[in-house]
């Protein structure tokens, strides 16, 4: 086969000028996207600057618009908010502020932006982009530029980056600051939970979103909260009997709590506001409850940014500028976007009108509309939460007289108990019976089977670890005595939620099919583990938690060493074989070098890596941080590398090591993985449901087909169902990870932001996509 990687080594920015600018309001995040752009930018040759109080920097020039070098990034990319200032300007709305901002540009060169905002900053981009020739003309005419000034600057190029808290941007999955945001929310949850059971209090709760219920609706299916209001589907006539129906039903079933999330433009079907005191004052008179409001308001502004937000405007910003790099006099103005967990290019003024006929078939009143404008993601996210808090008597149910059984398998992974919540009341609204296996294939042997009922997963959501209890052994020695509890307790159905080991048990199960019929029933697996080592799916439940605790120890432990001497970091990170934390874990915390199985290294490797920070030391970067993958290599051990390091650092900094160890397993899910879990298992079980129906004859189950033992995976931009008899050919399984790993791509790009010279293959790169062909794709996964 011809080799068409495509590396950015025939890309150059030499002579090229970039400015950089955050606008509107600020996003955890921002400064992940800045560092990327100046450091992207500086790598291929181009010079680039900051500007400063965004439009308004522009506008006024002078000290506000500073060429950036690539010290002038170190130590943001923790950083919350945006260290380059952002400002709402109205200079830039005239034209004479935009031909002072022309002026500006022009001086120092600058034909290429990178704009981090929201839809107001972009399309003020776009405008300025279209008056462009216009407005050299003007100062040519004015004298203030030469011709020949407007002919090299004739035409400029902008590429955007959506920031924004509120996700309400039309053609990506997820903007900038999103997930922080989230998490800022669920912190607030979690905590306000405790003291609401102890008190059995009734909270509401406000969370941002003018136009966009997106962070009240995500927030409410990772707390599992009693009641969300968002503008996009007001509720209907009589929802306040409704409402204080369910609240009282929930007390009733012995819940001591009820939780109710508002976005700040709720409205009701006349489009009316819904605000926290009315429902407050309604609770109150309806139902005499304790009842409190917490207005969460700039909180969910401020902090670090998390894991997948550095992640994220990593990617955009390395991606904006190879748009620039390749744009074209006719190439129009682009957004840099996420489908999937994919980058792709999206026509700025077509994601622009899209958010605007959003707002526009919500003043109509058009609100079915609206959602499905919003995208697959959130309308698969208000499905979700529908069918998860609908609950219905045992009398309303359809019933089925099906047995469906779910497990966790393998190591514990935070949102393994989000999953199974979703599983059991998808299974129940489905009208199945659920059955609960306690510790695994193990439990299953000795027959800890028993049936689990809706409230019984109450307040699963926010739990880490594994509630049911999680073993490693495999079903394979015990086959018979599966097969015997799978008869006695008539299961017809399984979903195994897990690792490695739930993938391998997976395998067996099906394998034993020849031996035993009561394996021949519908059954899927849905991964999780940290270690995000599973065939079939880019990425797992618990990964994003594992990252988080990852990076958020290495954020304290860099800060440990500010004002001490010149220091290096050695840390040491879980995922047996699979370097998926290492290496995403370094993108995050903004290492200098990850070591892991999948690229073998030696010790030239570590020498050039020590040298290498040996030179950074030199100037005013004080930290260095060295990741290295628990099974990365059998000789390189983390001993060997700390004392390496320790001893060729001689003189210019000193080392300390650290063994991140369990601690990545542990703690509260993250919204990311709650929301995942919540939605993956949701499927699962559709299908589980699909299957039985299908498989059902002559008064039993019974189905033999490879598609009928499947894992449940995210695959680029959708969710996939794939026999695992067919992924066999994908696995290394002396290793225990996928033969291939989408996220080593992201190694050159952490490589790169290091400051290492190395070969960026850029045939995956976003490719311009409309943005109507991207509604058409399943992105229900994101």
């Known amino acids: 086969m011809p080799d068409t990687k495509k590396f950015m080594e025939n890309l150059s920015g030499t002579g090229m000028c ?8 600020d996003a955890q995040g921002m400064n992940a996207a800045v560092r990327a752009v100046v450091r992207m930018g500086i790598y291929v040759g181009a010079k680039v600057y900051f500007i400063h109080e965004g439009y308004q920097g522009m506008v006024d020039g002078g000290d506000n618009i500073k060429e950036a070098s690539w010290e002038s990034v170190s130590s943001m990319l923790q950083v919350g908010g945006t260290v380059i200032g952002s400002a709402r300007c109205k200079d830039f709305r005239t034209h004479e502020g935009r031909l002072r901002a022309a002026l500006n540009l022009v001086q120092r060169g600058i034909t290429n932006l990178c704009v981090i905002g929201g839809d107001g900053s972009l399309t003020g981009a776009n405008l300025f982009r279209e008056e462009w020739s216009g407005l050299l003309d003007e100062l040519v005419q004015s004298g203030e530029i030469s011709e020949e000034a407007s002919q090299i600057h004739s035409v400029l190029h902008i590429v955007g980056m959506v920031g924004s808290i509120d996700n309400d941007f039309c053609g990506t999955d997820m903007t900038i600051g999103t997930d922080s945001a989230l998490h800022r929310i669920i912190e607030v949850v979690d905590a306000i939970m405790t003291t609401a059971q102890s008190h059995q209090r009734t909270f509401v709760l406000e969370v941002m979103g003018r136009h966009c219920g997106y962070l009240a609706l995500v927030s409410a299916l990772a707390c599992g909260a009693d009641w969300v209001l968002i503008p996009e589907m007001p509720p209907n006539d009589g929802w306040e009997e409704q409402m204080c129906h369910k609240l009282s039903e929930n007390r009733a079933d012995k819940k001591r709590l009820n939780i109710i999330i508002v976005a700040e433009g709720a409205i009701d079907q006349s489009n009316k506001p819904i605000t926290t005191e009315l429902i407050k004052d309604l ?48 190439t129009p103005a682009c957004v840099v976007s996420l489908c999937g967990n994919q980058a792709v290019r999206v026509p700025l003024m077509e994601c622009v009108q899209m958010t605007q006929e959003v707002q526009k078939a919500m003043d109509e009143k058009q ?77 299953f042997v000795k027959g800890q089977i028993k049936e689990i009922k809706w409230g ?53 199960l099906q394998a034993a099919r020849s031996k035993h019929a009561e394996f021949c029933v519908p059954m899927v697996m849905v991964p999780a583990t940290v270690s995000n080592n599973i065939p079939g799916s880019d990425l797992s439940i618990g990964a994003d938690t594992a990252l988080n605790a990852i990076t958020d120890t290495c954020d304290r432990i860099k800060q440990s060493a500010s004002g001490t001497k010149r220091r290096v970091f050695i840390i040491e990170t879980m995922g047996g074989y699979c370097g998926y934390l290492a290496t995403v874990g370094a993108l995050a915390a903004g290492a200098d070098a990850a070591y892991i199985y999948e690229e073998p290294f030696d010790i030239r490797d570590l020498q050039s890596n020590v040298e290498h920070l040996t030179e950074k ?29 320790s001893e060729e650092g001689k003189g210019v900094f000193d080392c300390r090591k650290n063994v991140l160890g369990h601690m990545q397993q542990g703690g509260s899910p ?113």
């Open 18 to 25: 970039i400015g950089v600018l955050t606008s509107g309001g």
């Open 283 to 330: 609770v109150v008179r309806c139902l005499g409850f304790d009842t409190r409001v917490t207005i969460l308001g700039h909180v969910q502004r401020g902090g670090t940014p998390s894991a997948f937000d550095r992640i994220l405007a990593s990617r955009m910003g390395v991606e904006a500028v190879l748009a620039l790099l390749e744009a074209s006099p006719g």
């Open 367 to 443: 609100f079915e509309k609206a959602v499905r404008l919003r995208g697959r993601s959130f309308e698969n996210n208000l499905n979700t939460y529908k069918l998860l808090s609908n609950h219905q008597m045992d009398s309303e149910l359809p019933h089925s007289s099906f047995n469906v059984a779910v497990l966790n398998v393998g190591a514990p992974a935070a949102g393994m108990n989000a999953a199974v919540r979703s599983a059991v009341r998808v299974g129940i609204t489905e009208g199945h019976t659920m059955f609960a296996v306690s510790d695994g294939f193990e439990g």
């Open 456 to 508: 019984d997963v109450g307040g699963w959501t926010g739990q880490g670890g594994s509630l049911l209890g999680t073993k490693r052994t495999l079903p394979a020695k015990h086959i018979d005595k599966i097969a015997e509890q799978m008869s006695i307790h008539n299961i017809n159905a399984l979903l195994v939620i897990g690792g490695f080991e739930a993938y391998l048990g997976l395998m067996e």
């Open 617 to 645: 030391m030199k100037t005013s970067i004080q930290r260095g941080l060295v990741i290295r993958n628990e099974n990365s290599s059998e000789n390189y051990t983390t001993d060997f590398i700390y004392q390496l390091y």
């Open 670 to 782: 993250s919204p990311f993985d709650r929301n995942f879990g919540t939605k993956i298992s949701a499927k699962a079980m559709q299908w589980i449901s699909k299957k039985l129906k299908e498989s059902y004859r002559e008064g039993r189950v019974f189905v033999n087909t490879e598609d009928s033992a499947c894992l449940l995976g995210m695959r680029r931009r959708a969710l996939v169902f794939q026999p695992v008899i067919q992924l066999k050919d994908e696995t290394d399984f002396v290793h225990r990870i996928p033969k291939e790993q989408w996220w080593l791509r992201l190694r050159p790009l952490m490589k790169i932001l290091a400051k290492y010279k190395t070969s960026y293959d850029v045939s995956d790169s976003g490719q311009l996509e409309h943005i109507v062909h991207l509604k058409t794709k399943d992105t229900s996964a994101t």
